[in-house]
Protein backbone atom coordinates (compact mmCIF):
# COMPACT_ATOMS: atom_id res chain seq x y z
CA UNK A 1 0.00 0.00 0.00
CA UNK A 2 1.11 3.61 -0.65
CA UNK A 3 1.13 6.49 2.10
CA UNK A 4 2.08 9.98 2.00
CA UNK A 5 3.99 11.73 4.68
CA UNK A 6 4.10 15.45 4.58
CA UNK A 7 6.82 16.41 7.08
CA UNK A 8 5.60 20.19 8.50
CA UNK A 9 1.95 20.80 9.39
CA UNK A 10 2.43 24.02 9.44
CA UNK A 11 4.46 26.39 7.62
CA UNK A 12 4.48 30.51 8.03
CA UNK A 13 6.69 32.46 5.41
CA UNK A 14 6.92 36.34 4.60
CA UNK A 15 5.24 37.58 1.27
CA UNK A 16 7.63 37.31 -1.55
CA UNK A 17 9.92 34.90 0.48
CA UNK A 18 10.24 31.30 -0.95
CA UNK A 19 8.85 28.63 0.16
CA UNK A 20 9.28 24.86 0.27
CA UNK A 21 6.50 22.25 1.37
CA UNK A 22 7.79 18.80 2.08
CA UNK A 23 6.59 15.44 0.97
CA UNK A 24 7.13 12.14 1.46
CA UNK A 25 5.88 8.82 0.06
CA UNK A 26 6.18 4.99 0.31
CA UNK A 27 4.90 2.30 -2.82
CA UNK A 28 6.09 -0.94 -3.99
CA UNK A 29 4.88 -0.23 -7.30
CA UNK A 30 5.40 2.96 -9.59
CA UNK A 31 3.55 6.05 -8.65
CA UNK A 32 1.58 9.11 -9.91
CA UNK A 33 2.35 12.58 -7.98
CA UNK A 34 0.32 15.09 -7.22
CA UNK A 35 -0.40 18.32 -4.99
CA UNK A 36 -3.50 19.98 -4.53
CA UNK A 37 -4.38 23.51 -2.71
CA UNK A 38 -7.48 23.58 -0.87
CA UNK A 39 -9.05 27.15 0.20
CA UNK A 40 -10.92 28.12 3.40
CA UNK A 41 -14.38 26.21 3.06
CA UNK A 42 -13.79 24.71 -0.52
CA UNK A 43 -12.60 21.55 -2.33
CA UNK A 44 -9.40 20.81 -3.48
CA UNK A 45 -7.85 22.35 -6.67
CA UNK A 46 -4.88 20.88 -8.46
CA UNK A 47 -1.86 22.36 -8.31
CA UNK A 48 0.45 20.43 -10.92
CA UNK A 49 1.20 16.26 -10.99
CA UNK A 50 4.07 14.15 -11.93
CA UNK A 51 3.30 11.39 -13.86
CA UNK A 52 6.74 10.52 -16.22
CA UNK A 53 9.46 12.18 -17.86
CA UNK A 54 10.93 14.86 -16.88
CA UNK A 55 11.54 14.96 -12.48
CA UNK A 56 10.91 18.70 -12.47
CA UNK A 57 7.26 19.49 -12.69
CA UNK A 58 5.48 23.29 -13.31
CA UNK A 59 2.20 23.98 -12.07
CA UNK A 60 -0.35 26.64 -12.02
CA UNK A 61 0.02 29.77 -9.87
CA UNK A 62 3.93 29.53 -10.30
CA UNK A 63 4.52 26.55 -8.10
CA UNK A 64 6.92 23.65 -8.92
CA UNK A 65 7.68 20.37 -7.99
CA UNK A 66 10.85 18.18 -8.20
CA UNK A 67 10.20 14.26 -8.19
CA UNK A 68 13.28 12.67 -6.53
CA UNK A 69 13.10 8.59 -6.96
CA UNK A 70 15.63 7.96 -5.05
CA UNK A 71 14.76 10.08 -1.97
CA UNK A 72 11.02 8.94 -2.59
CA UNK A 73 10.06 12.54 -2.22
CA UNK A 74 7.86 15.19 -4.51
CA UNK A 75 8.59 18.83 -2.33
CA UNK A 76 6.81 21.66 -4.01
CA UNK A 77 8.26 24.95 -4.03
CA UNK A 78 7.64 28.71 -5.36
CA UNK A 79 10.41 31.37 -5.66
CA UNK A 80 7.84 34.19 -4.16
CA UNK A 81 4.69 33.82 -2.01
CA UNK A 82 2.04 36.06 -2.03
CA UNK A 83 -0.71 36.39 0.28
CA UNK A 84 -3.00 34.76 -1.75
CA UNK A 85 -1.04 31.84 -1.66
CA UNK A 86 -2.47 30.87 1.67
CA UNK A 87 -4.13 27.83 2.05
CA UNK A 88 -3.97 24.02 2.92
CA UNK A 89 -2.01 21.84 0.63
CA UNK A 90 -1.94 18.15 0.31
CA UNK A 91 0.70 15.93 -0.78
CA UNK A 92 -0.97 13.01 -2.87
CA UNK A 93 -0.20 9.63 -4.54
CA UNK A 94 -1.54 7.30 -6.57
CA UNK A 95 -0.43 4.07 -8.25
CA UNK A 96 -0.32 2.76 -11.22
CA UNK A 97 -3.05 0.72 -11.03
CA UNK A 98 -6.60 0.89 -12.90
CA UNK A 99 -8.88 2.93 -10.82
CA UNK A 100 -6.63 4.95 -9.26
CA UNK A 101 -6.84 5.23 -5.83
CA UNK A 102 -5.38 7.93 -4.15
CA UNK A 103 -3.19 8.73 -0.81
CA UNK A 104 -3.67 12.06 0.75
CA UNK A 105 -0.88 13.22 3.18
CA UNK A 106 -2.24 14.69 6.38
CA UNK A 107 -1.62 18.40 4.85
CA UNK A 108 0.70 21.62 4.86
CA UNK A 109 -1.16 24.59 6.49
CA UNK A 110 0.87 27.57 4.86
CA UNK A 111 0.40 30.99 6.01
CA UNK A 112 2.03 34.19 4.14
CA UNK A 113 2.51 37.02 6.56
CA UNK A 114 2.86 39.95 5.38
CA UNK B 1 -18.20 23.61 -18.58
CA UNK B 2 -19.52 22.72 -15.60
CA UNK B 3 -16.92 21.30 -12.85
CA UNK B 4 -17.84 18.67 -10.13
CA UNK B 5 -20.28 19.45 -8.37
CA UNK B 6 -22.19 18.31 -5.04
CA UNK B 7 -25.28 18.71 -2.38
CA UNK B 8 -25.88 19.72 0.03
CA UNK B 9 -23.24 22.19 0.56
CA UNK B 10 -24.08 22.01 4.71
CA UNK B 11 -25.62 18.99 6.54
CA UNK B 12 -26.68 18.67 10.15
CA UNK B 13 -27.92 14.84 11.37
CA UNK B 14 -28.13 13.18 14.40
CA UNK B 15 -26.56 9.86 16.08
CA UNK B 16 -28.43 7.03 14.82
CA UNK B 17 -29.91 8.82 11.55
CA UNK B 18 -28.90 8.02 7.56
CA UNK B 19 -27.98 10.64 5.37
CA UNK B 20 -27.49 10.71 2.10
CA UNK B 21 -24.78 13.05 -0.44
CA UNK B 22 -25.33 13.27 -4.07
CA UNK B 23 -22.21 14.34 -6.66
CA UNK B 24 -22.40 15.12 -10.37
CA UNK B 25 -19.19 14.64 -12.18
CA UNK B 26 -17.13 16.76 -14.26
CA UNK B 27 -18.51 16.38 -17.95
CA UNK B 28 -17.68 13.60 -19.37
CA UNK B 29 -16.22 12.00 -16.29
CA UNK B 30 -17.17 8.32 -16.00
CA UNK B 31 -15.69 7.52 -12.54
CA UNK B 32 -16.48 9.10 -9.56
CA UNK B 33 -14.24 9.01 -6.16
CA UNK B 34 -15.76 9.79 -2.55
CA UNK B 35 -13.69 10.72 0.38
CA UNK B 36 -14.23 11.55 3.76
CA UNK B 37 -12.02 14.94 4.90
CA UNK B 38 -11.76 14.90 8.79
CA UNK B 39 -10.96 18.08 10.66
CA UNK B 40 -7.28 18.73 10.16
CA UNK B 41 -6.83 16.01 8.08
CA UNK B 42 -6.09 15.08 4.63
CA UNK B 43 -8.89 13.17 2.38
CA UNK B 44 -9.78 9.74 3.38
CA UNK B 45 -10.84 7.32 -0.09
CA UNK B 46 -14.18 5.34 0.75
CA UNK B 47 -15.14 4.30 -2.18
CA UNK B 48 -15.12 4.13 -6.52
CA UNK B 49 -17.83 3.70 -9.18
CA UNK B 50 -17.19 3.36 -12.45
CA UNK B 51 -20.05 1.42 -14.97
CA UNK B 52 -22.33 1.50 -11.30
CA UNK B 53 -20.50 -0.47 -10.23
CA UNK B 54 -18.40 -0.33 -7.00
CA UNK B 55 -14.63 -1.13 -8.13
CA UNK B 56 -12.43 -0.42 -4.73
CA UNK B 57 -13.18 0.49 -1.46
CA UNK B 58 -10.75 1.99 1.10
CA UNK B 59 -11.31 1.13 5.09
CA UNK B 60 -14.56 2.08 5.55
CA UNK B 61 -17.46 0.15 7.12
CA UNK B 62 -20.43 -0.91 6.15
CA UNK B 63 -22.44 1.70 7.03
CA UNK B 64 -20.79 3.84 4.14
CA UNK B 65 -22.51 2.39 0.87
CA UNK B 66 -22.94 3.99 -2.96
CA UNK B 67 -24.36 4.25 -6.24
CA UNK B 68 -23.91 5.47 -9.65
CA UNK B 69 -26.38 6.15 -11.77
CA UNK B 70 -26.67 5.72 -15.91
CA UNK B 71 -25.95 9.82 -15.79
CA UNK B 72 -22.76 9.10 -14.19
CA UNK B 73 -24.15 10.96 -11.35
CA UNK B 74 -23.29 9.48 -8.12
CA UNK B 75 -24.66 9.40 -4.20
CA UNK B 76 -23.09 8.57 -0.83
CA UNK B 77 -25.67 6.77 2.04
CA UNK B 78 -24.20 6.99 5.50
CA UNK B 79 -26.32 4.66 7.86
CA UNK B 80 -26.56 4.34 11.69
CA UNK B 81 -24.60 8.32 12.25
CA UNK B 82 -21.55 8.31 13.96
CA UNK B 83 -20.31 11.78 15.74
CA UNK B 84 -17.19 10.25 14.18
CA UNK B 85 -18.62 10.48 10.45
CA UNK B 86 -18.78 14.56 10.98
CA UNK B 87 -16.72 15.51 8.14
CA UNK B 88 -15.83 17.00 4.78
CA UNK B 89 -17.03 14.59 2.40
CA UNK B 90 -15.49 15.31 -1.42
CA UNK B 91 -16.41 13.97 -4.42
CA UNK B 92 -13.87 13.64 -7.07
CA UNK B 93 -14.48 12.47 -11.03
CA UNK B 94 -12.13 10.92 -13.45
CA UNK B 95 -12.38 9.96 -17.06
CA UNK B 96 -11.82 6.09 -17.72
CA UNK B 97 -11.28 3.53 -14.92
CA UNK B 98 -8.59 1.62 -16.70
CA UNK B 99 -6.19 4.96 -17.38
CA UNK B 100 -4.30 5.36 -14.29
CA UNK B 101 -2.87 8.87 -15.04
CA UNK B 102 -6.24 10.58 -15.33
CA UNK B 103 -6.36 13.54 -12.72
CA UNK B 104 -8.98 13.35 -10.50
CA UNK B 105 -11.28 16.67 -10.09
CA UNK B 106 -12.52 17.72 -7.12
CA UNK B 107 -16.25 19.09 -6.07
CA UNK B 108 -16.61 21.70 -3.05
CA UNK B 109 -17.77 19.09 -0.46
CA UNK B 110 -20.70 18.44 1.83
CA UNK B 111 -19.91 19.34 5.29
CA UNK B 112 -22.03 17.17 7.65
CA UNK B 113 -22.38 17.60 11.37
CA UNK B 114 -23.58 15.00 13.39
CA UNK B 115 -25.12 15.74 16.94
Known amino acids: AQSVTQLDSQVPVFEEAPVELRCNYS??????LFWYVQYPNQGLQLLLKYLSGSTLVKGINGFEAEFNKSQTSFHLRKPSVHISDTAEYFC????????????FGTGTSLTVIP | DAGVTQSPTHLIKTRGQQVTLRCSPK?????VSWYQQALGQGPQFIFQYYEEEERQRGNFPDRFSGHQFPNYSSELNVNALLLGDSALYLCASSLGFTSSTDTQYFGPGTRLTVL
Open chain 2, 27 to 31: SGHDT
Open chain 1, 27 to 32: SSVSVY
Open chain 1, 92 to 103: AVSDNLPGNQFY
